[in-house]
């Protein structure tokens, strides 16, 4: 919905007004609030998502920041847009393929404490039983949230947000040491923004990108390879988008 207001050019407040409320999702109706509020006072993005980094992962808050600062906040919204639907299929497809697991784990709840039935201590029974029930609820959510964030956080998901990123900065025209810290940003990657933070702004700015993401062991020869071939044509977006669609495979479809 914001993706479509700022296509026909309506400004924050009106288009996020037109999105809805979001009832039904209490974080993405926090973040719905807080960004309809904010835009109201004429706040920047960048300022509102610095405020409540809870509310967004780092790979969406340094986009929707490119996006403002280079004026291709429409772009970024759809991309956006396409991350989340790929997001919501991969956590269907983790749901389905935990399903038959966490059937039988719920068969066992239930017949696991049996032999306390038998010799007819029918109220330990249910008690065992409603105990391992709540667990089994509790415990699921939280597993499934884990596996899901580590099927995001895998090597091939962090390469691809990284090309984006790149991508999208450096046809932006920002200058080399802001396009690194955004990618590394929306790469959300510990040793990657390790690698980067020992460096100085005039380093990150001077360098080419290779040079400047080529530490040993930080990326993959095929990531190098392709960014020595970007930095010497300066076609960023034929080279990085389309190693960064081979990364995602079919999580980016």
Known sequence: MWYAGCSAGL??????????DFSRSRVVGTLHKHLLEGTRRRESLAALTRVRP????????????????????????????????????????????MSYPMINALAAIFIA???ILFFGNSALYLLTVAGGLVM?????????????RWYGGKREFVLARLCRALALAVEAGLPLDRVVDLGVKAADDP?????VKGMTVRERGTQT??????????????????????DETGNYRDTMKRLATLYDGDYGR
């Open 113 to 115: 404490p049996f032999p």
């Open 54 to 97: 809870d509310l967004l992962a780092p790979f969406e808050a340094a986009l929707i920041e490119l996006g403002e600062e280079t004026g291709r906040l429409e772009e970024i919204f759809k991309l956006l847009g396409d991350y989340f639907q790929a997001e919501y299929r991969m956590v269907l497809s983790i749901k389905r393929k």
């Open 136 to 148: 089994a609820v509790s415990l699921g959510g939280t597993l499934l949230r884990s596996v899901a």
């Open 11 to 20: 400004p924050h407040p009106v288009a996020l007004t037109a999105a809805g």
């Open 209 to 230: 990108l290779a040079s400047t993401l080529g530490g040993p062991g930080i990326l993959p020869h095929e990531v190098l390879a392709a960014l020595r071939v970007a």
């Open 191 to 195: 040793r990657l923004a390790a690698h």
